[in-house]
């Protein structure tokens, strides 16, 4: 009977658990450091017989670790499946805290603590996200083909990887990077570089770890590499017969460029001359690169100025709970709302930002833009807080919200892609942003980023006005 009974409080526990009915307590641990997970109760209500036990929960799956009868372990032979540690002793002060000692990444979930009170069973709800810091980065050199490695190990969540020169060039353009999963969990980063120097240069890789803010960093020289006589005349007398080829693919190129630099043109003269109120409104999550969606467009209609850190994104909490605006031109403003950054999608002014929108819609049409980062995997559970979103956003301006994909030389953008367009997105958008440690121009970048600011224009101008048409470059 007393197995029955505590089976049937343990499926009540768990289902309220799921169901969001206890306060979940957030915890970050580094991989190898030890953590307490912290269970408090009133002990004066606790009846000495009754049961205390652990659970860990990954992906609805909930294994018992810990459970105690009377103060006397009821697991001591279950070594095998069992994690952590309590402490008995501290029972009866009201304390079955759970101590961890050297933090692995299979340590990583929901823990439910349940204590039964006099009156009913009593759950405190933890959740426990293990990061990993990476190795130091290794760099090395292929002679035949120009081309450089950068590879580091064993760090959690995946990496973005830079290259940079001392000269001030940046060169990640030129980088292919990629990610595996170990059998322990962790990511391991490689990062190839191929380019040729005409010049000695010092090339530096650096690997970031961005929820540790940390970053590792590695240089090497290089001097280029000399050729002998007999190389220069095989080389040359290969070169001549392909010339012609080049010189018309040069010339292509030379169209191409100036046909795309008509094309810019044309939209940042579109964009100066936008007369109606448009305030263009990102939404996001801290770490997703809204205020690098927003210093990324003013660098690109500003063709002339250097980049500037305009919406802040070096910043740290609380950035993220004051919504910022910055302008664009005498008429296009942009301004942003940040969303949680963990399970609770919208932050506790969700009705405040809807009741201003809704104010603001009278006057004038907002477009409205979700920025999702390309690391962050989509889950079910984000997936169904990303769906009423957007039909808050629908209830507002009567249209989904554009998708801005950021990091997309990450991961694959156009995997997410689908989702978003299935979801009522007119337009998804994928950007690689400029950054403080990125901050080359690239055309293309900029026509991107100007095809966006002209989509979000479309938008707000009322379907009844006149649209001026844009010269594509083909």
């Known amino acids: 009977m007393q197995l029955f009974v505590v089976g049937l409080i343990l499926l009540v526990v768990k289902r309220t658990a799921l169901s969001g009915g206890s306060l979940v307590k957030k915890i970050t641990a580094v991989r190898g450091s030890d953590v307490w997970i912290e269970c408090m109760f009133d002990a004066a209500r606790m009846r000495q017989d009754e049961p205390v036990w652990w659970l860990h929960c990954e992906n609805s799956n909930c294994i018992e670790i810990q459970h105690f009868i009377g103060g006397v372990d009821q697991l001591q032979h279950r070594t095998a499946s069992r994690r952590g540690r309590v402490y008995p002793d501290k029972l009866r002060e009201g304390n079955a805290s759970l101590f961890i000692e050297n933090v692995q990444m299979s340590d990583d979930g929901h823990y439910e603590c349940t204590v039964v009170l006099r009156e009913r069973p009593d759950t405190k709800i933890s959740v426990l996200t ?92 290089v001097t280029p590499g000399q050729e002998t006589d007999d190389q220069h005349i095989t080389m040359t007398s290969t070169l001549i017969p392909v010339a012609l080829f080049i010189l018309a693919f040069v010339g292509f190129m030379i169209y191409r460029y100036l046909k795309g630099q008509q094309n810019r043109a044309r939209m940042r003269k579109r964009i100066f001359s936008c007369s109606n109120h448009t305030v263009i409104v990102l939404i996001g999550r801290p770490h997703h690169a809204v205020r690098s969606v927003i ?114 030389n990450f991961e694959k953008a156009d995997d997410l892609e689908p989702f978003f367009k299935d979801l009522g997105s007119k337009r998804v958008f994928s950007f690689h942003n400029y950054t403080i440690h990125d901050p080359k121009r690239n055309a293309q970048r900029d026509e991107e980023f100007l095809d966006f600011m002209n989509a979000c224009i479309d938008e707000a101008v009322d379907t009844k006005s006149e649209t001026v048409p844009l010269i594509e470059d083909n």
């Not at 035949?144 to 940079?164: E, I, K, M, Q, Y």
């Not at 010049?199 to 929820?211: G, L, R, S």
């Not at 690109?300 to 740290?316: Q, R, V």
Request: charged fraction near 25%.
């Open 130 to 221: 293990v990061l990993a810091s990476y190795g130091p980065p290794q760099l090395t050199e292929a002679l035949d083909t120009r081309s450089f490695t950068c590879s580091s190990r064993n760090g959690f969540p995946p990496a973005l990887v830079t290259w940079t020169g001392g000269s001030g060039m940046t060169y990640t353009p030129d980088s292919v990077t990629q990610h595996t999963l170990n059998p322990e969990g962790l990511y391991d980063v490689v990062s190839k570089l191929t380019r040729s120097f005409t010049e000695e240069e010092t090339i530096c890789c650096a690997v970031w770890n961005q929820p540790l803010q940390e970053h590792k960093t590695n240089c090497m020289r």
């Open 295 to 408: 210093n990324s467009c003013v660098f690109a209609y500003k063709a002339e100025e250097p980049f500037k850190n305009l919406a802040g994104a070096d910043k740290e909490p609380p950035y993220y709970a004051q919504p910022e605006e910055v302008p664009l031109t005498e008429h296009i403003t942009f301004t942003r709302a940040l969303l949680e950054k963990e399970d609770r999608f919208w932050t506790d002014e969700r009705e405040a930002y809807l009741d201003k929108w809704r104010k603001e819609a009278q006057s004038h049409r907002r477009p409205f833009v979700f920025v999702h980062s390309c690391i962050n995997k989509l889950t079910a559970t984000t997936k169904d807080e990303i769906q009423k979103l957007f039909e808050d956003v629908k209830s507002v301006t009567g249209s989904y919200p554009f998708t801005a994909l950021t990091m997309k």
